[in-house]
C-alpha cells in the first residue's frame, strides 16, 4: 500500500489510483527519495494550481483547520450555479474568520445585467444561508477581469494573515488562483514545499511577498450540481466561453419551453406573454404545447432533447416540477447551473422544472 507516503509540498497522504483525487502521485515516481503529489509538482513546475477533489468528510477536516487558524476565506462560486456551488455549513467552520464572496464567470452575463443588483442578490442569498461575508464581487477569471482588484481587496482584507481559497469543484477555482499567482507574483516562480505548519490540511501553499500565504484547498464536490449528471464533453455547453445572448419568447397558456432535455419551463396561466431566457447560447430551446410536453420528453429526452446524452439518461435525475405564482413584473426564475427566465408581466402562473436535487429559485430580476 501507498500509506506510508506523504507529500514534500502539502504533507498530503500519497495515493497512485486516482489521478483527479487529492494526494495522486504516478507510481513511477514513488521510488524518488522526496515524493511530491501532482498538485504540488504542477504548481512548483508550471506555476499552475490543478483541483482536485475531496470527500465530504475531509473537506470538513480542512474547513475546520482552516476555521483554527487565522486568516481570509476567499469563497468562489459560480454566479451561474450559485445554490449549486454553495459549500453549506462554511460558515459554523471558519470561526471568526472574514469570508470574501466572489462570484466567478461574469464575462457569461449578459451587458443588460446589472452587476450591482447581482452583488445585491448575491449578500442576500449568502445571508440566507447563514453567511455574512465581508464583501461580495465579480471576476472572470477566465479573462482576468476583475481580478487584479480583488487581489488588491485580498490584501486589504488580509490584514497580514493567510489566505485559504475554498469553492467546490467547477467553479473556476484553479483558473482563479492560476490567475492571482499571476498577478500576485509576475514573472517569479512560485515554489511551494513547506508544510503547513501544525497539522497536515492537504493545503497547497502559494507563498505571497511579505512571508504569509495564499493557500488552495481542494475542491468539494457538490452533488446539487446540474454539471455532474452530463457528459464531460457537454460540460463547455454549461460553461460557454461568449456572452449570454438573451432569447425573447412570446408564450400563450398552456406552452412550454424545453432547455435540451435538462430543464423545462411551463406557462401555465396569465394570457399572452413575453419571457427572456438567459440560458447558453449553445442549449436548444424547443418549444411545445403544455399537453404534448410529457411525451416529447419521454420520446426524445436524449436525442433531439440534448444535454443529456442518451447514454447518460440513465444516471440523468428525472424533471421535478416547482410551481410559482407571479406576482411582480420583472421576476427570474433560476434554473442552477443552467440560467434563468425573466417573466416580464406579473401575475403569471408558471411551472419550473430541474434535474431531482438541481435548485430553482425565483428572484427580483437583475435588468
Ligand atoms: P475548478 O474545478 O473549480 O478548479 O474549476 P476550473 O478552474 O477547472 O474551471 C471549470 C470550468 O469553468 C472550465 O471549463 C473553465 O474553463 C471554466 N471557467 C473558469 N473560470 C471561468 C470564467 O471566468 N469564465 C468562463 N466563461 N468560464 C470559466
Known amino acids: 500500500s501507498d500509506n506510508h507516503y506523504s507529500c514534500i509540498g502539502c504533507g498530503v497522504q500519497i495515493q497512485s489510483e486516482l489521478p483527479n483525487e487529492i494526494g495522486y502521485a504516478p507510481l513511477s515516481t514513488l521510488e524518488k527519495e522526496n515524493i511530491i503529489c501532482q498538485r504540488c509538482f504542477r504548481l512548483k513546475n508550471y506555476n499552475e494550481i490543478q483541483d482536485v477533489s475531496l470527500t465530504d468528510d475531509d473537506f470538513l477536516k480542512i474547513l475546520h483547520g482552516i476555521g483554527e487558524s487565522e486568516g481570509l476565506i476567499v469563497k468562489i462560486v459560480d454566479i451561474f450555479d450559485f445554490n449549486g456551488s454553495w459549500i453549506s455549513g462554511i460558515q459554523r467552520f471558519v470561526g471568526g474568520n472574514p469570508v470574501l464572496l466572489v462570484g466567478n464567470k461574469v464575462d457569461i452575463l449578459p451587458k443588460s445585467v446589472k452587476q450591482q443588483k447581482l452583488i445585491q442578490w448575491m449578500k442576500r442569498e449568502a445571508k440566507e444561508q447563514g453567511l455574512n461575508p465581508i464583501d461580495v464581487c465579480l471576476v472572470s477569471s477566465a479573462r482576468g477581469k476583475g481580478i487584479r482588484e480583488v487581489a488588491e481587496q485580498i490584501d486589504e482584507l488580509r490584514n497580514g494573515q493567510n489566505v485559504y481559497v475554498v469553492g467546490c469543484t467547477n467553479v473556476g477555482k484553479s483558473t482563479f488562483i492560476n490567475r492571482m499567482i499571476k498577478e500576485v507574483t509576475g514573472e517569479k516562480d512560485v515554489i511551494t514545499t513547506s508544510h503547513y505548519p501544525g497539522t497536515t490540511l492537504d493545503l497547497i501553499e502559494i507563498p505571497l511577498d511579505d512571508g504569509t500565504a495564499l493557500y488552495d484547498t481542494p475542491g468539494i464536490i457538490n452533488h446539487h450540481q446540474m454539471a455532474h449528471y452530463i457528459d464531460k464533453n457537454d460540460l463547455k455547453l454549461l460553461t460557454p466561453k461568449k456572452e449570454i445572448k438573451p432569447k425573447v419568447f412570446q408564450l400563450n397558456e398552456r406552452q412550454t419551453l424545453f432547455f435540451g432535455g435538462l430543464a423545462r ?5 396569465g394570457g399572452r406573454t413575453s419571457l427572456t431566457c438567459y440560458i447558453p447560447n449553445e442549449i436548444m430551446i424547443h418549444r411545445t404545447k403544455l399537453e404534448n410536453a410529457d411525451d416529447l420528453y419521454e420520446k426524445h429526452a436524449g436525442e433531439l432533447l440534448n444535454p443529456p446524452r442518451k447514454d447518460d439518461l440513465d444516471h440523468f435525475p428525472e424533471l421535478i416540477p416547482h410551481e410559482f405564482m407571479v406576482k411582480e413584473a420583472k421576476t427570474d426564475i433560476v434554473f442552477s447551473g443552467l440560467g ?28
Open 265 to 269: 419551463f411551463d406557462y401555465v396561466s
Open 340 to 367: 434563468w427566465v425573466t417573466i416580464n408581466e406579473p401575475g403569471k402562473k408558471v411551472t419550473a422544472y430541474a434535474p431531482k436535487g438541481v435548485n430553482v429559485t425565483i428572484r427580483k430580476s437583475l435588468i
